[in-house]
């Protein structure tokens, strides 16, 4: 039988390696002072280190036996060194460690030594069930840590207060999209609040939410980790019931579409803009290519006819850039149309493709709704070419509806566009302006949005170009 001296001088891991011949349950959470007793007491000893024989209470799990396999720890070396360090910490301290230390410990100790399986299970049922039920089941968090994110980004430090909203509360209030595809509730206008609700990207798709809408819904309290109260479901979209919004579950590719028929009015003054409006008409619901070659003035050309449509009344517009030079992007910025996304040359095909997709879905949504949504993109030669027939596809005047206009940049044409801009480079060069290719460029159906004679006025000014 070893003495209690003896165990006293033996290290904590030697300890435990004897309290797991003896069979004793628990013993990883017990002090080293009430570990020697234990040993000493299930040996039979008197208890002389304590004065009255009484052994110290061993901690036992419940519905688990002695004989139980435990996991072997890895690294046995390392944690003979740190055993070690701990007893000699705990001999130099009489006091109970806090609270959190033996939390801190516990952690650095495998699961099945420090809470029994049946443990678990009894305190999982005293959990909510809103905690324990499959992610599945719950209301869809996309984004993960981009929800986080995006919840610092909608709300800027000095923020107004607002009364955060209750358990189960009707809110109302302005849609704010991020650039994950979530977004924001802000029930105090367009200022970010602490009563702000966060949407998900699944009720964003589901219910074709653009922003600017007006939705409305009950909330619940934020879980866990979330920092924001999370919308339920979305009850009204701009006064009207949610089911009632869109395009009556039709799909948008599935939309009626018809040649555009009413044309942009620019009343520009710069030649090449003019000569656009009315040799290469442009329609609401047209699709636009401006095609050239290098240094021929396609993005200048984009760029001055972002500034005419941003004149226009009832036009949704945004500008995305993809694959375009760095200092593109920050003339870009102060542009008359918001940039919706800016990616340069450097961004993989697929990060563009899908910027260009998240900004085309959004001006579909405003289409759907009996809007009209004008997309701009500089370039198209960066995404993958699929991509960029499925975004000029997107574009349609749809019959008794809104429409989708989308005026892209490319080298070339990708065919099946209804209106292509062509630029001659040496004509840019040289300043000679307009700088149009009249025979390269041209527009279906001219005289649906320039009438007879102007067709006919443009047919005679190709003539001439020949």
Not at 68 to 93: F, L, Q, T
Not at 192 to 208: F, H, K, L, P, T
Not at 301 to 318: I, V, Y
């Amino acid at each position: 039988m070893l003495e209690r001296s003896a165990l006293a001088d033996s290290p904590l891991a030697d300890l435990h390696a004897i309290a797991t011949e003896l069979g004793i349950d628990g013993f990883r959470r017990l002090r080293k002072p009430d570990l020697i007793d234990a040993i000493v007491a299930l040996q039979g000893g008197n208890g002389n280190g304590n004065g009255n024989g009484a052994a110290a209470p061993v901690e036992a799990d419940d519905e688990e036996s002695s004989d139980r396999p435990r996991r072997r720890r890895g690294g046995r070396g390392r944690s003979r060194d740190r055993d070690r360090d701990e007893s000699r910490d705990e001999a130099a301290s009489d006091e109970r460690p806090s609270r959190s230390d033996r939390e801190s410990r516990s952690d650095r100790e495998p699961r099945s030594d420090r809470e029994p399986r049946s443990d678990r299970e009894s305190r999982a049922d005293r959990e909510p069930r809103a905690e324990r039920e499959p992610r599945a089941e719950r209301e869809p968090r996309e984004g993960g840590r981009d929800r986080d994110r995006g919840s610092r980004a909608g709300k800027p430090d000095g923020a107004p207060k607002g009364k955060a909203p209750q358990e189960g509360e009707l809110i109302e209030g302005v849609v704010e999209l991020l650039g994950n595809g979530s977004g924001f509730v802000r029930v105090n206008g367009p200022e970010a609040s602490d009563g702000d609700v966060y949407i998900s990207a699944a009720q964003v798709r589901r219910c074709e939410l653009v922003a600017g809408d007006r939705v409305g819904g009950p909330v619940r309290a934020p879980r866990r980790s979330e920092r924001y109260p999370s919308l339920v479901r979305i009850d009204t979209i701009n006064g009207k019931p949610a089911d009632e919004s869109g395009s009556d579950g039709t799909k948008f590719d599935e939309l009626p579409a018809a040649f555009a028929t009413e044309r942009f009015a620019f009343d520009a003054s710069e030649a090449t803009v003019k000569a656009i409006e009315w040799l290469t008409p442009i329609g609401r619901g047209s699709r636009v290519v401006i095609v050239g070659g290098p240094r021929a003035g396609k993005t200048e050309t984009l760029r001055r006819l972002a500034d005419h449509l941003a004149k226009l009344d009832g036009l949704e517009s945004s500008v995305v850039l993809v694959g375009v030079r760095p200092e593109e992007i920050s003339e870009w910025n102060g542009a008359a149309v918001e940039v919706a996304a800016g990616l340069s040359f450097a961004a993989s095909a697929d990060a563009q493709s899908q910027a260009l997709e998240r900004a085309i879905d959004n001006g579909k949504r405003v289409a759907a709704r009996g809007g009209n949504a004008v997309v701009l993109v500089d370039t198209l030669d960066g995404v993958h070419p699929a991509a960029a027939r499925k975004a000029l596809a997107a574009a349609r005047n749809i019959a008794d509806g809104g429409s989708l206009t989308v005026i892209a940049t490319a080298s070339e044409p990708f065919g099946g566009e209804t209106t292509v801009v062509a630029l001659d480079a040496e004509l840019a060069a040289t300043g000679r302006y307009p700088a149009l290719d009249l025979l390269a460029s041209g527009t279906l159906r001219p005289e649906l949005l320039i009438g007879e004679a102007g067709a006919k006025a443009v047919a005679a000014a190709r003539e001439t170009a020949r």
